[in-house]
């Protein structure tokens, strides 16, 4: 059980933002998605070597963002990666993008689908992936899960 | 008033695809993007005109996707485009993404605000951008709003 | 033999700019390859097909990238692709991003080499596959090949 | 003067590879780009201040890159950045992709031209600038410039 959310850090760079001098929305699903890398891999499932072995893929199933406050280049963000729901054989993680003030510049959910190869969809997430998953789960009111 | 939603096509270009072999989901974004800005030329309010003016800005508040079927490298996708929801400040858009059989490959949806400036919500949509969204306004039970 | 480059067209979208109002440089590759995968597929070697195949991959070995004038939100770009090298197993190919007055807004080059296998260069380019280029091929001094 | 080329590092994320299974090639210019701009920031001339103040602008006129091993989605890759050319009103950075042996997996070149605004180019490069490039500065047999 961990005490904290899982942190990324990173910095709005150029290529974040568009001519009307902000962040462009769909960027922050790129930030999310190197978060989350950096995340299972401080869980021990580096997504890379799970798409290698090809056994276990957990595509997306949905993904949504709420956009609160302009980020803008040079900005620094820190990402809080947290699991928001755990099932049998779907999770959801979410975001929380902070700026260096601490306020909350966005907000990004992903929700993953285990399946075991293109078209079926897995029994159940392997127990090992379950418990990482598990220790980072921060349920609605904010209580860790078990 | 329309009797079709406004369409949009594409291809799924290698850049789209990622080590899965599927569209990275990310990317459904742009093509949500490119579609939005065909719409909005459609309906006479172009987007980059609207940001180099200055004076009518629509950024996103939420954004989001839900992914029914992978989509490929070379798949050619049409995006069918309508106003969801259309109030005193702000509208939402949704995307269809139609695979070459006519199945839904995914959805989207986007939210976008009216700021005047940086800081302030705008008083209301202009009258002309209001009509000419209504006009693609299709609602829940998929009647043609007024 | 053609008489005319190929050519393929886009608009400038939000997401190819960035906060100085202008394209971000790397997006014109993206363009590249989008024109890349329309001439390919015209003269009958869709790259999506060739990477399922597995057969013929066709990797760029180098890309390169000359600016001339800023490219805008909203304006729209032809891009003329033809064949500027063709070798035994190699060959470039070149771009020119043409504005609405037809003015030369950037060009761009991209060489590609035949792999049979992820490590293994191939022994020489398919004889239909380098007729296809050669058709499309001018010379420096704007000769077309033979 | 430094002995040390400046270095940035990252990992190749999902979102870097496409269906052939690796680095998609334009994507090696945004990871140049968050180099650059960690560079930039190092000697002192963050970009997006300089943008934001509007008087220093050092838009792109060339990009190139060579690929010489494939990279793979997870692969750890170290950039050295180093200057290139430094002349009068523009200069040339170069940046070499490293893979985790220490091998050359790519090389890239960017050129910048100062300009002062849209449409005038600067005069000359403010000494502070030229200084802050000029210690980083590598020239062809890898002496370091003065």
Sequence with gaps: MTSEPFE???RIRLHDTDAAGRLFFMHIFRHAQDALEAFMEHIGFPIDRMIRAGDILLPLTHAEADYRQPMRHGDAVRVQVSVRDLRRRSFAV???FLDEAGEEAATATTIHVLVTDETTVG?????RLRAGLAAHWIQPGGHQGH
Excluded: Q, T
């Excluded at 029994?123 to 127990?127: K, R, V």
């Design 94 to 96: 979410g975001y929380r």
């Design 123 to 127: 029994e159940a997430l392997p127990e």
């Design 8 to 10: 990324y850090a990173f």
